[in-house]
C-alpha cells in the first residue's frame, strides 16, 4: 500500500502565498510522476502541474508563471509553491503520484486533497 498525505492548504489574502507539501509512505520503490490537481466547486478536476523523477515539469495555463512545483525525491515528497494567489484558485488540491511499488508493480494513488481559500 502507498498512502499520500497532504498539507499546507487555508485561508489566503488575494496576492498572498501558500505552499502545499505532500508527503508518499508504503511500499514505494521508486515514484516516476508526480502532481497535483485541483477541483474548485461546481467545475471538473483540472491539472495544475505535474513533474517528472526527471525534473521535467509541466504546468495547466491558468497557473503558468505563479506556481512553482519541486520535489525532494530522497524523501518521496512533492510541494507546490504558490504565488499571486487569485480567488479563481480556490478549489481543493490534490496530490497524485505513478509510482512502482515493492509488491504490486505500478499504482495511481491519489491524496484526500488539502483545501485552499483565497479570499479577502
Known amino acids: 500500500q502507498v498512502q499520500l498525505v497532504e498539507s499546507g492548504g487555508g485561508l489566503v489574502q488575494p496576492g498572498g502565498s501558500l505552499r502545499l507539501s505532500c508527503a508518499a509512505s508504503?511500499?514505494?520503490?521508486?515514484?516516476?510522476?508526480m502532481g497535483w490537481y485541483r477541483q474548485a466547486p461546481e467545475k471538473e478536476r483540472e491539472l495544475v502541474s505535474t513533474i517528472t523523477s526527471g525534473g521535467s515539469t509541466n504546468y495547466g495555463d491558468s497557473v503558468k508563471g505563479r506556481f512553482t512545483i519541486f520535489r525532494d525525491s530522497a524523501k518521496n515528497m512533492v510541494y507546490l509553491q504558490m504565488n499571486s494567489l487569485k480567488p479563481e484558485d480556490t478549489a481543493v488540491y490534490y496530490c497524485?503520484?505513478?509510482?512502482?511499488?515493492?509488491?504490486?508493480?505500478?499504482?495511481?494513488?491519489w491524496g484526500q486533497g488539502t483545501r485552499v481559500t483565497v479570499s479577502s
Open positions: 497524485k503520484i505513478f509510482v512502482l511499488t515493492t509488491g504490486s508493480g505500478y499504482l495511481e494513488v
Open positions: 508504503g511500499s514505494i520503490y521508486s515514484i516516476n510522476t
